[in-house]
T-cell receptor
Framework: GNSVTQMEGPVTLSEEAFLTINCTYTATGYPSLFWYVQYPGEGLQLLLKATKADDKGSNKGFEATYRKETTSFHLEKGSVQVSDSAVYFCALINYGNTGKLIFGQGTTLQVKP | DTAVSQTPKYLVTQMGNDKSIKCEQNLGHDTMYWYKQDSKKFLKIMFSYNNKELIINETVPNRFSPKSPDKAHLNLHINSLELGDSAVYFC???????????????FGPGTRLTVT
């Protein structure tokens, strides 16, 4: 079946530190991959996406590359800010899967000044 | 000019009651979804409608019944509420799903349901 696994949180960093949140997936075929972010008390916002192997999604300084050979979609940012503190979700949609998003368990990021 | 809105934002009720959560989107999307987020932040699809037609119905107790009066609205009615129903429920919408394209889903702010 389809599944997404993220690194356990919480992740605590100092401002301007480098961020990596690991995400690996299991899926048949060629899924599309997403990172969503949930700020405290809010709904989910799409952060970035990639629809095929070797695609790089990027937004607001965050990047992730679709690696089919390692079935991974790790999220990175070169210099985090306090305002990046949130819960980050890796997710996939598999073609023929009626459009449902399958989420990882979420990783909480806390950035301290 | 909210894209996906839900009401109410908070809902506190007692076991055994029946309640509804409403969702509306003004993005012109054909497909709408309900997701449940549990206390550990885990998100799981419950239902999806494509232009008022049910296309996803995960293993959800039949106490939960979605209703889509038109493609801009997808409501969730819950009968005989139980303690385990306490969660945050998110509505989402996207362009019409088809098997060849994965469209971005836009989420509402969530409804926090607490059953006492």
């Amino acid at each position: 079946g389809n599944s997404v696994t993220q690194m356990e949180g919480p992740v605590t960093l100092s401002e301007e530190a480098f961020l990596t949140i690991n995400c690996t997936y299991t899926a048949t075929g060629y899924p599309s991959l997403f990172w969503y972010v949930q700020y405290p008390g809010e709904g989910l916002q799409l952060l970035l996406k990639a629809t095929k192997a070797d695609d790089k999604g990027s937004n607001k300084g965050f990047e992730a590359t679709y690696r089919k050979e390692t079935t991974s979609f790790h999220l990175e940012k070169g210099s985090v800010q306090v305002s990046d503190s949130a819960v980050y979700f890796c997710a996939l949609i598999n073609y023929g899967n009626t459009g449902k998003l399958i989420f990882g368990q979420g990783t909480t990021l806390q950035v301290k000044p | 000019d909210t894209a996906v809105s839900q009401t109410p934002k908070y809902l506190v009720t007692q076991m055994g009651n029946d309640k509804s959560i409403k969702c509306e989107q003004n993005l012109g999307h054909d497909t709408m979804y309900w997701y449940k987020q549990d206390s550990k932040k885990f998100l799981k699809i419950m239902f999806s409608y494509n232009n008022k037609e049910l296309i996803i119905n995960e293993t959800v107790p039949n106490r939960f019944s979605p209703k889509s009066p038109d493609k801009a609205h997808l409501n969730l009615h819950i009968n005989s509420l139980e303690l385990g129903d306490s969660a945050v429920y998110f509505c989402a919408s996207s362009q019409r799903w088809d098997s060849g394209t994965a469209y971005e889903q836009y989420f509402g702010p969530g409804t926090r349901l607490t059953v006492t």
